[in-house]
């Protein structure tokens, strides 16, 4: 019996191989030619390799197979890129042919039918809600105006601290964090706090990191036609239970905005939003559905990788005493110590903001962008169809010895030159330096990030020195810096810290 299913399982795979290539030869073209690539299994293609940490996997594959590598997802093809020279290729020359991204079940259901933003396909929708994110969240103006919002939830961050720091109690940094930045982001957008907030019925963070875990989840049924309704990783049923308890709050902010929306104020994202979608004049119909998509694309993109932004920014400065010491002798010259660190300080912070390119460039919170072709192109003599899923590995492409001098090394000092001056900006046109993506398809949320994390950091090492629990001496000991499997990179574990009073907060912020 055993014998007779040994014998079975061997079979399936060689009939279906055999009549897989048979039925390839006799419809596909014999004269494409697609690059280069590891064998691939039967029906399942390559998603083995996606299972602990696809940047490591994908980058030892283009060491063996070279910077642009074939693979095949289930039945579905792609392309993975690994150089400067061969990003260029796909997000400047041939820009366009990439500015879409894969479509999945799991983005489909969370976003209301696929009425969400950041994983939308590229056309006149993305192209609406994209100027409308730039213009009325983003833009140089709006930023402008939000900085007290910013500058409030700062404060209240380091008085926590400042509350802690008797050089014994320990605070979990990352999730301090990320309350924060998830705070900024939900008074910007719908002027109120949603983290940390179990207590009014309005908590929304323990949603959007499940609903980022799910939308970075690769799910089965995407890939292999045979399995799409069958929830094998059981992530329909996870999907079910977030996104109810997600659309009940989004719908009881609806309601309190549509209810106050006779009363003047200052117009938040959400009450914009809301115009639109009663102009009947507007230039693009929006429901409902796509205010609360919108929204939770907002929080998914720009929450948990602005705060691990910090997180290992921190990491980075609390394992090397000689750059948190140049970094705090820049703030003490600039500064000084009778006023906390500004976002207007910042351009006269290039060693921080040197720490923070170079945090970005070893631990881009996004290891891998995706994106998918909406032709046929041909790329390096490569034939590369319509409708293939693009990788393109930028923590790979972030540690490229060709581009970076000891690569694996924290030296914040390659991002500024002789002079002291910035160097390499973030715009992504250093094809070698890509944590924000590049082109249309580009993160819209950079400036905000970089001006949150900058500030935030440079604030904290002003006011406090970090002892990482555990250790007897302050800054500078062991710390752990080990990666959570998964395209995110999150920390394995949160950051916790014992705060040590340098300079106390209370008096400045209040003044
Ligand atoms: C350190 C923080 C951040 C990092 C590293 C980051 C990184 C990225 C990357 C790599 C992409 C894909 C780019 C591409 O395809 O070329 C992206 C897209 C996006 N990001 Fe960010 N991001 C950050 C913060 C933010 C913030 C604060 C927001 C908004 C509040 C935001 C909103 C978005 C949106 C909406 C998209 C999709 C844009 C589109 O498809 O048109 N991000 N981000």
């Known amino acids: 019996m055993a014998l007779l299913s040994y014998t079975i399982l061997f079979l399936i795979p060689l009939i279906t191989t055999f009549l897989a290539r048979t039925f390839f ?12 690539g590891p064998l691939a299994l039967p029906i399942i293609g390559h998603m083995h390799l996606f299972s602990s940490s696809p940047h490591h996997v994908l980058c030892k594959l283009a060491q063996r197979y070279g910077p642009i590598i074939s693979l095949r997802l289930g039945s579905v093809p792609h392309v993975v890129v690994s150089s400067p020279e061969a990003a260029r290729e796909f997000l400047r020359t041939h820009e366009l042919a990439f500015s879409s991204r894969p479509q999945s079940f799991t983005n489909h259901y969370l976003g209301y039918g696929g009425h969400g933003f950041a994983f939308s396909p590229y ?14 969240l983003l833009s140089g103006r709006s930023l402008g105006n939000l900085l007290p919002i910013r500058r409030e939830e700062m404060h209240t961050f380091l008085l926590l601290l400042s509350r802690a720091s008797d050089g014994v109690k320990a605070v979990n940094v990352s999730e301090e964090l990320k309350l924060m930045v998830g705070n900024v982001i939900s008074r910007m957008s719908m002027s109120r706090r949603c983290y940390g907030t179990e207590a009014e019925g309005v908590e929304i963070g323990g949603l959007v990191d499940e609903v980022s875990k799910l939308l970075m989840a690769l799910n089965v049924g995407d890939f292999i036609r045979l399995f799409r309704d069958m929830d094998l990783q059981g992530l329909g049923k996870r999907m079910k239970v977030t996104h109810k308890r997600f659309d009940e709050i989004m719908e009881e902010i609806v309601r309190e905005h549509e209810e106050k929306k006779e009363k003047d104020g200052v117009k938040d994202l959400m009450d914009i939003l809301l115009e639109i979608s009663e102009d009947e004049s507007a230039e693009m119909k929006l429901k409902k559905e796509h205010i609360k998509a919108f929204i939770r694309d907002i929080f998914v993109a720009g929450t948990a990788t602005t705060a691990l ?3 290992w920014t921190l990491s980075e400065l609390i394992k090397n005493p000689r750059i948190i010491k140049r970094a705090r002798d820049e703030i003490d010259s600039v500064v000084g ?6 976002e207007s300080d910042i351009p006269n912070l290039p060693y921080i903001q040197a720490i923070v390119k170079e945090t970005l460039r070893l631990h881009p919170t996004d290891s891998i962008i995706l994106r998918e072709s909406i032709e046929d192109c041909k790329i390096n003599g490569y034939d590369i169809p319509a409708k293939t899923g693009l990788f393109i590995n930028i923590w790979a492409i972030g540690r490229d010895p060709n581009y970076w001098e000891n690569p694996l090394e924290f030296l914040p000092e390659r991002f500024i030159d002789d002079n ?3 160097q390499i900006d973030l715009r992504g046109q250093h094809y070698h330096f890509l944590p924000f993506g590049s082109g249309r398809r580009g993160c819209p949320g950079k400036t905000l990030a970089v001006q949150l994390i900058v500030t935030t950091i440079a604030a904290m090492i002003q006011c406090f020195k970090l002892k990482i629990d555990g250790n007897d001496e302050e800054e500078g000991g062991p710390i752990d810096m080990t990666v959570a499997p998964g395209l995110t990179l999150y920390r394995a574990q949160p950051l916790v810290c014992i705060p040590v009073a340098r300079l106390d907060p209370l008096p400045l912020v209040a003044s």
């Not at 056309?123 to 009325?136: A, H, I, Q, T």
Request: aromatic share 8%; hydrophobic share 25%.
């Open 25 to 36: 030869s006799k419809t596909r073209p014999q004269t494409r030619h697609l690059p280069p």
């Open 123 to 136: 056309g006149p929708y993305w192209k609406f809600m994209r100027k409308l994110c730039m213009s009325e």
């Open 309 to 311: 932004g910090m997180e």
């Open 337 to 342: 110590k009778n006023r906390v660190v500004e």
């Open 420 to 422: 002291g001056r910035a």
